[in-house]
Every structure is written in C-alpha cells, then in structure tokens.
C-alpha cells in the first residue's frame, strides 16, 4: 500500500514570495490533515479535512494560509505571503477515519530567507 | 497552550537497557493516547496507542502506562537498541473526530 506523498521535499524562498506544498493521502483515507512543525516543537494542526470539507481550521493563519482539497482526494497548502517564522516542516497526514492512529508523510521542509 | 507535555528534550540510555519516556497532559477530554516515534528527515511513524479505559498496552519491547487521575503516560522500551534512538512524540485526542494533539517530543539516544 503506498503512504502519503508529498512534495517537494525541500523549498528555499525570500520572505514575501508564496509557495504551495502538495499532499495525496492513502487511498481510502477519508481525513486528511495538515501539521506544521517548527524546529524543537511537536507537530501543531493547521487544518482538518473530511473528505472535501473542512473540519477545523481554527489555528490556521487565515490572513497567509490557505488550503483546499478538491473533490476529497489531493489537497494543498499555499501560503502567501511567506514570513520568517513561517520556516518548518509541513506534514501531511491521514486516516481513513476521523480518529485514531495517523499515517503522515515524509513532510516538506521550508526555509524562508 | 500545551496540553500535552513532554518535559524531558533529551533522554540517554545504555543499550540493553530500560528507556522510560514521560508525558503529561491537561485536558482531561482526552481519551486516547498515542507515541510516534521520528527519524531525521521522515515523517513520523506511528509505534503504540492506548485508550484511556485501559491502563497498560503492550507490543513487543514497547509498553505504554496510562495513570488517568494524574493525566501522566509513560513509554517503556526494554531492552533499549541503538535503532531506537529518534524523537518520540506523545500524542492525544478527544473523542468524536478531534484531531491528535502532539508533545514536544524527546529525543532518545541509545548508546552501544
């Protein structure tokens, strides 16, 4: 069964510039979730989705970050524009449910210049 | 506001020995608790969970301990290997879909 894919793995950008990350979760998996995690910390929830709906997004930056997950399949995250505080690995996770364990992928590392 | 803790960065053990791993946390709504363990440049994989009806679970060398009144886990590896040295982070969620929470995370090294 392949994972969760994401890309890119690494993205370099100056502050202001815009990037968009990709994630195509397990097939099946009904939730989908992404995670930012800055150096030192543990993962923090930026959005829920079940399927193509949003379940929560109450800690996501709404005035940079977005994200979508078209036809509850693939989803993206876009942030624009990108701030110093912003660098962090973003993880990509699912479930094929909404409870239990987490399946995440690899992440994509960003640093914001 | 962290609501679950993992107040120990950094842990150090001898292989072949018993590496504890702690974990607090606040809400008491949480009724599932998980660890995932993390190697550098991967994402996290998950490694054990519990329910917060029971108060021990066990999968080979790993065991997790569950003390409700004093919202505490504890991960137990023995005998310790260096393949085991990585992050673990504690994790947990409420019931009814919520999300999972995530500690800080501890890194174990495991010494030859």
């Known amino acids: 069964e392949a994972g969760v894919a994401q890309s890119p793995r690494y993205k370099i950008i100056e502050k202001r510039q815009s990037v968009a990350f990709w994630c195509n979760p397990i097939?099946?998996?009904?939730?989908l979730y992404w995670y930012q995690q800055i150096l030192g910390q543990g993962p923090k929830l930026l959005i829920q989705?079940?399927?193509?709906?949003?379940?929560?997004d109450s800690q996501l930056p709404k005035d940079r970050f977005s994200a979508e997950r078209l036809k509850g399949v693939d989803s993206t995250l876009k942030i624009q524009p990108a701030k110093l505080e912003d660098s962090a690995v973003y993880l990509c996770?699912?479930?094929?449910?909404?409870?239990?364990?987490?399946?995440f992928g690899e992440g994509s590392r960003l640093t914001v210049l | 506001d962290q609501q679950v803790k993992q107040n120990s960065p950094s842990l150090s053990v001898q292989e072949g020995r018993i590496s504890i791993l702690n974990c607090d946390y606040t809400?008491?709504?949480?009724?599932?608790f998980l660890w995932y363990k993390k190697y550098p440049a991967e994402g996290p994989t998950f490694l054990i969970s519990i329910s917060s009806i029971k108060d021990k679970n066990e999968d080979g060398r790993f065991t997790v301990f569950l003390n409700k009144s004093a919202k505490h886990l504890s991960l137990h590896i023995v005998p310790s290997q260096p393949g085991d040295s990585a992050v673990y982070f504690c994790?947990?969620?409420?019931?009814?879909?919520?999300?999972?929470?995530f500690g800080k995370g501890t890194s174990l090294l495991v010494t030859p």
């Open positions: 989705f079940q399927n193509n709906g949003v379940v929560d």
């Open positions: 996770a699912s479930n094929p449910t909404s409870s239990g364990e987490l399946f």
């Open positions: 097939s099946g998996h009904a939730t």
């Open positions: 809400n008491s709504m949480f009724d599932y």
């Open positions: 994790a947990a969620s409420r019931p009814s879909g919520y999300a999972l929470n």
